[in-house]
């Protein structure tokens, strides 16, 4: 089973910047697509950000301009850089993964926090 360890959460002001990464391990695999979600408390998880594994992203449009996703398909890590945030972009953020091989399932980490004050 893969897992997912995300990191770079926190408090940062209206305006600020903060950069998210994860980290894929758990044997042999291939991860075709990863992404980033995130869900604010009383809300449903919303896709943020995706990427594929020949680097085509896709963004939410409230991200768009603002998040940057990045991934090392050699080194199966992604990151999300995050840019001008917002108060509305306060929400625990997860990293997915869509685990190709050997056999095909979803794979989450465990959430991070980020925080954005006004």
């Known amino acids: 089973q893969v897992q997912l360890v995300e990191s770079g959460g926190g408090l940062v002001q209206a305006g600020g910047s903060l950069r998210l990464s994860c980290a894929a391990s758990g044997g042999i695999f291939r991860i075709d697509t990863m992404a980033w979600y995130r869900q604010a408390p009383g809300e449903q998880r919303e896709a943020v950000a995706t990427i594929t594994r020949d680097g085509s992203t896709n963004y939410a449009d409230s991200v768009k301009g603002r998040f940057t996703i990045a991934r090392d398909t050699a080194k199966n890590t992604v990151s999300l850089q995050m840019n001008s945030l917002k108060p509305d972009d306060t929400a625990v953020y997860f990293c997915?993964?869509?685990?190709?091989?050997?056999?095909?399932?979803?794979?989450w980490g465990q959430g991070t926090q980020v925080t954005v004050s006004s």
């Open positions: 997915n993964a869509r685990v190709g091989w050997p056999r095909g399932y979803d794979s």
